[in-house]
C-alpha cells in the first residue's frame, strides 16, 4: 500500500505564507468580480442604465457647466474693462483735442492782434510822414518860388522878406537911401578913417556895420560874414530899429 503523503494537519493548497506576487492579484480580481456580479444581480436591469446614465448626466454637468460659467464671467470682465479702457482712453484724447484747439485759437487770436497791431502801426507811421512832408512842402515850396537878383535891388528885397517874417520894421526907401549914403551900394566898402576906425573897429558893409553891433544885431538865418549885403542889411535895420524904432527914421550916420 502506497504511502499517504498527505499527513494530518497539511492542505494540498501552498500556503499562505508562500503565496507568490501573481498569486495574490489573481484573488484579488476574483473577489472583485464576484462582488461585482453580486451587486448586478441585485439591481434591476433598467435601474443599472438610469443609474448609469444619471451618473454621466451629473458628471458632465459637474464637469463642464462650472467651468463656462467661470471662463463667461472672466470674459465679461475682460470685456468690461476693454470698454472702460477705450472710454478712458476716447475722454482723454477728446480732452486733448479740446486743449489743442483752445491753444490754437489763442495762437490764432493773438496772431491777428499783432497783426491789426503793426498794420494800424505802419498806417500811423505812414500818416505822420504825410503831416510832415505837407508841413514841408509849402517852405520848399516858398523857397523854390522865391528868388532875388545878385545886385542892390535883390539884396534889399531879400532882406525885407527876411525882415518882415522876423517883426523887424523897415521899408524899401528907408534902406536904399540910408545904404546910398552910407556906401553907395558898395557891399565891400571900409571905413579906416572914423572914430571906429581908429579904434580898431572899422565900419563894414552897406550900411557900415561895426564887427561888435553886427554880432550883438546878427539876424538868424542870415550869414555870420559881415560882408555879406542881405545879413549887413537886416543886422543894421535890427539895430536901427532897436536904437530909432525903424531904420526909416534914421537920416544921417547912426
Known amino acids: ?45 433598467d435601474a443599472g442604465t438610469t443609474t448609469s446614465d444619471a451618473a454621466s448626466s451629473a458628471k458632465i454637468a459637474y464637469s463642464s457647466e462650472p467651468i463656462k460659467g467661470v471662463k463667461a464671467s472672466v470674459t465679461d470682465q475682460l470685456a468690461g474693462a476693454g470698454v472702460k479702457t477705450e472710454a478712458i482712453q476716447a475722454k482723454a484724447d477728446a480732452k486733448a483735442k479740446a486743449a489743442k484747439a483752445k491753444a490754437d485759437a489763442a495762437a490764432k487770436k493773438k496772431a491777428a492782434a499783432e497783426a491789426a497791431a503793426k498794420k494800424k502801426a505802419e498806417a500811423a507811421r505812414k500818416a505822420k510822414e504825410a503831416a510832415s512832408r505837407s508841413a514841408e512842402r509849402p517852405k520848399i515850396e516858398t523857397v523854390a518860388a522865391t528868388t532875388y537878383a545878385n545886385n542892390l535891388n535883390g539884396w534889399i528885397n531879400h532882406a525885407l522878406a527876411i525882415m518882415k517874417a522876423k517883426g523887424i ?74 536904437k530909432y524904432g525903424s531904420i526909416d527914421n534914421v537920416n544921417s550916420a547912426y
Not at 499562505?16 to 461585482?36: C, E, F, M, S, W
Open 1 to 45: 500500500m502506497p504511502k499517504n503523503s498527505n499527513t494530518p494537519g497539511h492542505s494540498r493548497l501552498p500556503k499562505l505564507n508562500k503565496l507568490t506576487k501573481q498569486h495574490k492579484i489573481a484573488l484579488a480580481g476574483v473577489a472583485t468580480l464576484g462582488a461585482a456580479a453580486l451587486a448586478f444581480s441585485a439591481v434591476p436591469s
Open 169 to 242: 520894421p523897415g521899408s524899401y526907401n528907408g534902406l536904399y537911401k540910408n545904404i546910398m549914403r552910407e556906401s553907395s551900394g558898395n557891399p565891400s566898402a571900409v571905413n579906416g578913417w572914423d572914430v571906429n576906425a581908429v579904434n580898431g573897429t572899422p565900419s563894414i558893409g552897406l550900411l557900415q556895420v561895426i564887427q561888435p553891433t553886427f554880432n550883438a544885431y546878427h539876424v538868424s538865418g542870415t550869414s555870420t560874414n559881415i560882408y555879406d549885403p542881405v545879413a549887413n542889411i537886416t543886422a543894421a535895420a535890427n539895430y536901427a530899429a532897436d
